[in-house]
């Protein structure tokens, strides 16, 4: 097949639903250009050959958006290619959906997704294991274990790791809930327990920090959660960005509409310290005292990034990258994607799904002596949730920009829902699975 031709019409696609949306006021469906995605694959996987024969070996570590994305599409589109996939837990967690896990609306187990369709359906020999070590230039890996593998490549998908917050020495005392998993339990253990007419604060970092929405959205859906179930209860947010980071027309509205009893929003104010065991926070804007409080720290590209040396962009946070083949500016032959790399794609799990598509496709043209696509393209969608039942969205497509050797929008994409709706609630549930089974299944 020919991947830059489906590259190509997804392209056609997300851009056509897109425009649609603009203009005769029908929402766009990103749901389409995935599951179109997934049905172009389907006829590729009969003509793939197994890993035993394989002519060329790929080691991807981190089994997230990212990591389980690109393992299973250089198995659908590679050409007896050897994948290795090393993730240190059994099972994914999604982040994606979990705010709604501290509301009670859905399960951790809900959101969890296993490896058996990436082993069985499309052969990627599944290793659970932690990386603790590789090397960039002879191509090998060192795991927990003490197992080292060899690759022509690596794929880096690691995720994200958080600074330390000067005094949080227990970090369940001011859980982040930012990787889902027990801390977003312990949350919703301590939002349950908060008094009527209690404090919440939530902080917010500095950008780039993973789900440019994603502490807004929280903010609401706790907002509304906290009407419900609080009476009297104040959620203060703490954000260090000097205002609102993305969809600001529909949060502002929220805080000073729907939340102006709840929300009190205080843009600027960073983190310095806490007292955890006086439960207060101290900021750039004075100190303050919770009863709860969700402290998303700083961020960076995940640790194994780091220590190889790789993460030199953004303040040394996050990898710099040829978007062409996300291969590291660093390391030609390790490839960073997702939230660890440093682009200017939001760090997004749709993101990261789609950068995967771009990166298993010019390993295989690169991996077959040949050049990476010299015009890839991504598409972005997100959902955001305004109350326990309603969603507004933000969609469109970035396109490779040969002047700046970056993604750049394209304008006429660019389109945002005015205000939100019970329909793109459940809009985003089959968005949320279509991008769950193009990753993992
Ligand atoms: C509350 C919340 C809501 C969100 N909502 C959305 C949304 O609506 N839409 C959206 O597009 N995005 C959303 N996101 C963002 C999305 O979850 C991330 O951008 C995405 O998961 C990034 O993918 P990744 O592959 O880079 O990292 P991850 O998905 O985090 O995967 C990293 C994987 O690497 C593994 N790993 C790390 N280090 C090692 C090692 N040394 N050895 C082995 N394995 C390792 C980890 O265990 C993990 O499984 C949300 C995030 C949060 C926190």
Redo the contacts with the bound molecule.
């Keep these: 097949m020919d991947r830059r031709i489906f590259l190509g019409s997804a392209l056609a696609g997300a851009v056509g639903a897109t425009l649609s949306a603009c203009g005769g006021g029908s929402e766009a469906d990103p749901t389409l250009e995935l599951a179109s995605s997934s049905r172009r694959t389907t006829t590729t996987t009969t003509t793939t050959t197994t890993a035993a024969s394989a002519k060329s070996r790929v080691i991807v570590?981190?089994?997230?958006?990212?990591?389980?994305t690109v393992a299973k599409y250089l198995r659908l589109w590679g050409d007896a290619i050897s994948v290795t996939l090393?993730?240190?837990?059994p099972t994914?967690t999604?982040?994606?959906?979990?705010?709604l896990v501290l509301t009670g609306q859905r399960t951790l187990a809900s959101l969890s997704l296993g490896y058996e369709a990436l082993q069985r359906r499309h052969g990627v020999r599944v290793i659970i294991?932690?990386?603790?070590e590789i090397d960039p230039v002879a191509v090998t890996v060192k795991l927990a274990s003490g197992t080292r593998l060899e690759a022509d490549r690596i794929v880096m998908?690691?995720?994200?790791e958080f600074d330390a917050v000067p005094g949080l020495t227990d970090p369940d005392r001011m859980p982040h809930?930012?990787?889902?998993g027990p801390q977003t339990t312990l949350l919703a253990r301590q939002l349950a327990a908060m008094p009527a007419g209690g404090v919440l604060a939530m902080t917010i970092p500095k950008a780039p920090y993973?789900?440019p929405?994603?502490p807004y959205?929280?903010a609401c859906l706790l907002a509304d959660w906290l009407k419900a179930n609080k009476p009297r209860a104040k959620l203060i947010l703490l954000d260090a960005n000097p205002d609102i980071v993305t969809e600001k027309e529909n949060f502002a509205k929220a805080f000073g509409g729907l939340y102006r009893d709840v929300i009190e929003y205080r843009a600027g104010v960073a983190i310095t310290s806490v007292d955890a065991a006086q439960m207060t926070l101290n900021t750039s804007g004075g100190a303050l005292r919770a009863d709860v409080v969700n402290l998303i720290p700083v961020q960076r590209a995940?640790?194994?990034v780091t220590a190889a040396g790789l993460a030199t962009a953004t303040g040394g946070r996050f990898a710099p990258v040829d978007v062409l083949s996300y291969a590291s500016t660093a390391a030609p032959k390790v490839h960073v994607?997702?939230?660890?790399a440093a682009t200017t794609q939001?760090?997004?799990?749709?993101?990261?799904n789609q950068e995967?598509k771009v990166c298993a496709d010019a390993i295989l043209r690169i991996l077959a002596g040949g050049q990476p696509d010299p015009a890839p393209v991504t598409n972005?969608?997100?959902?955001?949730t305004i109350t326990r039942t309603q969603a507004g969205w933000l969609n469109g497509v970035l396109q490779y920009d040969p002047a700046t050797k970056a993604m750049a929008p394209v304008p006429a994409s660019m389109a945002a829902s005015t205000g939100w709706s019970e329909k793109n609630f459940k809009q985003?549930g089959k968005w949320?699975e279509a991008?769950m089974a193009d990753t993992f299944a």
Excluded: Q, T
């Design positions: 570590i981190g089994g997230g958006m990212g990591g389980a090393v993730e240190r837990m994914y999604s982040n994606i959906m979990s705010s294991d932690d990386v603790v998908a690691p995720g994200i809930a930012w990787k889902a993973r789900c929405p994603g959205e929280r995940g640790a194994l994607i997702g939230d660890s939001p760090k997004a799990g749709h993101i990261a995967a972005s969608a997100c959902y955001s985003m949320y991008l």
